[in-house]
């Protein structure tokens, strides 16, 4: 079946950091990736995607790469800031089958 | 119109009471979703309404009723819950109606079951 495994968190990061979320998955096939956010007293919110091999998602700094050869999609930003902090949902979807989501992340960035 | 609004925002019920949850979106996405989420836990798939039909039923207990009047409307009927049902509840809409990675997420409304 189909699976998400990421870095178990807090992570806790000073402002202007380099940030780096771990994700792995398990799947049949080619599945679309993905990274949502979720902050404090919100629902989520989708962050970035990738669809395909060689595709780099990225949106508001964030980034992260679908690789062919290997299954990691890590979230990387260069510089982070207060306001990112939140829960981190690295996600995988495979067409005919169900959503996954990994465990979450959460990120707290400190001034 | 690009968001999911969900109402209340927050709810508190007794085990015999009987109170429903309501979700709308217009963006014209033709796929509804009801998620479970506690706390420090990613969301947990409930239901998935597929032009306003229900296509995905996760085996959840007879005491949650999902309905979808119309394409835009998404409700969630509660019945006798039990205090373990607290959580907070996420509806989410995608554009095609077929279930789909690319999510619209509301904001919840937070349960809490006495």
């Known amino acids: 079946g189909n699976s998400v495994t990421q870095m178990e968190g807090p992570v806790t990061l000073s402002e202007e950091a380099f940030l780096t979320i771990n994700c792995t998955y398990t799947?049949?096939?080619?599945?679309?990736l993905f990274w949502y956010v979720q902050y404090p007293g919100e629902g989520l919110q989708l962050l970035l995607k990738?669809?395909?091999?060689?595709d780099k998602g990225s949106n508001k700094g964030f980034e992260a790469t679908y690789r062919k050869e290997t299954t990691p999609f890590h979230l990387e930003k260069g510089s982070v800031q207060v306001s990112d902090s939140a829960v981190y949902f690295c996600?995988?979807?495979?067409?005919?089958?169900?959503?996954?989501f990994g465990p979450g992340t959460r990120l707290s960035v400190l001034p | 119109d690009t968001e999911v609004t969900q109402t209340p925002k927050h709810l508190v019920m007794g085990m015999t009471n009987k109170k429903s949850l309501k979700c709308e979106q217009h963006?014209?996405?033709?796929?509804m979703y009801w998620y479970k989420q506690k706390a420090k836990k990613p969301p947990e798939l409930m239901f998935v309404?597929?032009?306003?039909?229900?296509?995905i039923n996760e085996s959840v207990p007879s005491r949650f009723s999902p309905e979808c009047p119309n394409s835009s409307l998404l409700n969630l009927h509660l019945h006798a819950l039990q205090p373990e049902d607290s959580a907070l509840y996420l509806c989410?809409?995608?554009?095609?109606?077929?279930?789909?990675?690319?999510?619209?997420f509301g904001p919840g409304t937070r349960l809490t079951v006495t």
């Open positions: 990738a669809t395909k091999a060689d």
């Open positions: 799947a049949t096939g080619y599945p679309s």
């Open positions: 996600a995988l979807y495979n067409y005919g089958q169900n959503f996954v």
């Open positions: 963006m014209g996405h033709r796929a």
């Open positions: 309404y597929s032009y306003e039909k229900l296509s």
């Open positions: 989410a809409s995608s554009l095609h109606g077929q279930v789909s990675g690319e999510q619209y």
